[in-house]
């Protein structure tokens, strides 16, 4: 099972920010929190991943609280392109790496 | 340089029939995935190769499906007897080790008449 909840669908206006939340109460202290978005047609792309401090690259941000039961991940200036269903993954372990995929969320940039 | 390839792009085969598909990993990458998605919905973890370790299997949804990996690099994913239900695309993914992301493939579009 999936150990992360993230809302079915969002919509953001191109040019916004798109934040994406991203529940994973039950995470672990060795545990990290990857975002992945797939493209339709397209296999999924990796974004981004971070422990418990928050992280930046050319992409997005990601957001994590101090408790890390939850995390934001953030577009800066959404684009048409960015529309995408994205993954928010928790890492089960060093050893278990059976990388479960939830349904994520649907983002739907708005022209 | 290369990413993780897959053939073929599109399969269409009948009801009953043994298919298979190639996983071709990013050189030097030591674990590799296959997982499945449905029209629609999220991806289906299946099986998990790590190195020279036995692969975790735990996700394979009948013993109609198998998979291999020979040499430690290509991956071929086999389904016997194919079902209607088996219609989906069939993703690999490798990595090169614990700490990084996964690369994916373009997916193998399986189609059972």
């Known amino acids: 099972d999936a150990k992360t909840t993230q809302p079915t669908s969002m919509d953001c206006a191109e040019g916004r920010a798109a934040n994406l939340p991203c529940n994973h109460s039950?995470?672990?202290?060795?545990?990290?929190v990857y975002w992945y978005r797939q493209i339709h047609s397209q296999g999924p792309q990796y974004i981004i991943h971070?422990?418990?401090n928050n992280e930046t690259n050319e992409m997005a941000s990601l957001i994590i609280t101090e408790d890390r039961k939850s995390s934001t991940l953030i577009l800066p200036h959404a684009t048409l392109r960015d529309t995408a269903v994205y993954y928010c993954?928790?890492?089960?372990?060093?050893?278990?790496?059976?990388?479960?995929f939830g349904k994520g969320t649907r983002l739907h940039i708005l022209p | 340089g290369a990413g993780v390839s897959q053939s073929p792009s599109n399969k269409v085969t009948e009801k009953g029939k043994d298919v298979e598909l190639r996983c071709d990993p990013i050189?030097?990458?030591?674990?590799l995935y296959w997982y499945r998605q449905s029209l629609g919905q999220g991806l289906e973890f299946l099986i998990y190769?790590?190195?020279?370790?036995?692969?975790?299997k735990s996700g394979l949804p009948s013993d109609r499906f198998s998979a291999e990996r020979t040499g430690g690099s290509v991956s071929t994913l086999t389904i016997q007897r194919t079902q209607q239900e088996d219609s989906a695309v069939y993703l690999c993914?490798?990595?090169?080790?614990?700490?990084?992301?996964?690369?994916f493939g373009p997916g193998t579009r399986l189609t059972v008449l």
């Open positions: 993914a490798s990595r090169r080790d614990h700490y990084n992301e996964q690369f």
């Open positions: 039950t995470i672990s202290g060795n545990e990290y």
């Open positions: 971070g422990l418990k």
């Open positions: 993954i928790v890492r089960v372990g060093y050893r278990d790496d059976k990388i479960i």
């Open positions: 050189s030097g990458h030591t674990a």
């Open positions: 190769f790590q190195g020279n370790s036995a692969p975790d």
